[in-house]
């Protein structure tokens, strides 16, 4: 089977096309055969890596997993004996997690892997778009408890986290301001996002009005200028922070009282069905930007690094 895989940490360069054996389902596992699957930030991050200190859960000189990617959507071709869950011919998508393994043609993944069937209604290239941003997206907007009427300002609403918050808070009832530029301003409109606003504008001193929530996507404004637009007693979301922003923050909710949310998020199934149930009702829709075929990874992850996709990128391994 084809796969792609990241022998040394480095440039995209570093992603290669290998010749492997179709791998045998351990007796908890099924096997997919991987039509598509997805490149996301967190894959270039790994890669390089970034920041360093991911050397330490990666692999201290090289990555000790050498095929990255958590999407995984294809059909089920083969099942270990103790598979109850899923049966052979099943449509299936959903993430491998940390233990990624989905540049490839073929995966391996237990049935208690956060997987689930992938309706007809919803193609294979979307399975592979949905995990990562929406169930991002997800997971911090539960955490925000929005209430009808709330308002949240989405910064960085154009990417795959933000086009998935824009639908999740107005599906939960929130009134929704997107910040992104200019030539994003009709798609997350089209996303259900009631008030726009350019990068430069939210960063003006100007810019006096109070949201019940800050969702900040990724990482490209300060917690200073997030708290200067948050209402008394709101949340700021911190999707993208690192370590310094999450030791500011954590001290900031500590000594100030000030709700912050931030960290890595809990990937769940009952999140995935979820928005597998919104997508197939038509309340959610997955945004893709355009798509590569696996023999093209390097120049997807270099589309992906320079950051201003909208929404996803998705791979086309078969056909
Ligand atoms: N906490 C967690 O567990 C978790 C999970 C997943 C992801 N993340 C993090 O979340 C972040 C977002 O990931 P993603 O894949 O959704 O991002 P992404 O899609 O790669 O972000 C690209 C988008 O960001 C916009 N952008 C670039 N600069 C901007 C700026 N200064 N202001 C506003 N928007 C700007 C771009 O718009 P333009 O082209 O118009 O500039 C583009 O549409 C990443 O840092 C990722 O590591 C965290």
């Known amino acids: 089977m084809k796969v792609i895989t990241c022998r040394n940490y480095g440039a995209s360069e570093e992603l290669q096309l290998e010749d492997w054996e179709i791998p045998t389902p351990k007796e908890n596992e099924i096997r997919i055969k991987n039509y598509k699957t997805s490149v996301n930030s967190g894959d270039w991050r790994i890669r390089k890596p970034d920041p360093e200190i991911a050397r330490l859960y ?5 990555p000790r997993q050498p095929v990255l990617g958590i999407s995984v959507s294809g059909v089920v071709d083969a099942v270990g004996k103790n598979v109850t869950k899923f049966k052979v011919g099943d449509r299936v998508f959903g993430s491998s997690g940390m233990k990624m393994g989905a540049y490839a043609e073929f995966v391996c993944i237990p049935e208690s892997a956060v997987i689930t069937i992938l309706p007809k209604e919803i193609s294979f290239s979307e399975g592979a778009a949905l995990p990562f941003g929406s169930l991002t997206a997800l997971d911090f907007i539960q955490k925000c408890k929005i209430k009808e009427n709330q308002t949240i300002i989405i910064y960085g609403a154009s990417s795959s986290v933000g086009t998935s918050a824009i639908q999740l808070a107005n599906y939960f009832g929130a009134n ?5 530029s200019k030539g994003n301003f009709k ?13 430069e504008e939210f960063h003006s001193e100007s810019h006096k009005k109070n949201y019940d929530i800050v969702f900040e996507c990724v990482g490209k404004s300060t917690i200073k200028s997030n708290l200067k637009v948050l209402a008394k007693g ?7 922070a690192l370590f310094k922003e999450m ?3 954590g001290l900031l909710s500590l000594t ?3 709700k912050i949310k931030f960290g890595p998020i809990a ?5 995935l069905e979820l928005l597998t149930k919104l997508t197939k009702e038509g309340k959610f829709k997955v945004v893709i930007d355009r798509s590569y075929p696996l023999e093209k990874m390097a120049e997807a992850h270099n589309y992906v690094e320079a950051g201003h996709k909208k929404g996803n990128v998705v791979i086309d391994i078969l056909d």
């Open 58 to 62: 990666f692999g201290l000189t090289k």
């Open 176 to 180: 929704v301001t997107a910040v992104c």
């Open 187 to 199: 798609l997350v409109e089209s996303l259900g996002a009631k008030s726009v606003m350019d990068y």
């Open 234 to 240: 709101g949340v700021l979301v911190l999707v993208a």
């Open 247 to 249: 030791f500011q923050a």
């Open 256 to 258: 100030k009282g000030i």
């Open 267 to 271: 990937e769940t199934i009952e999140n």
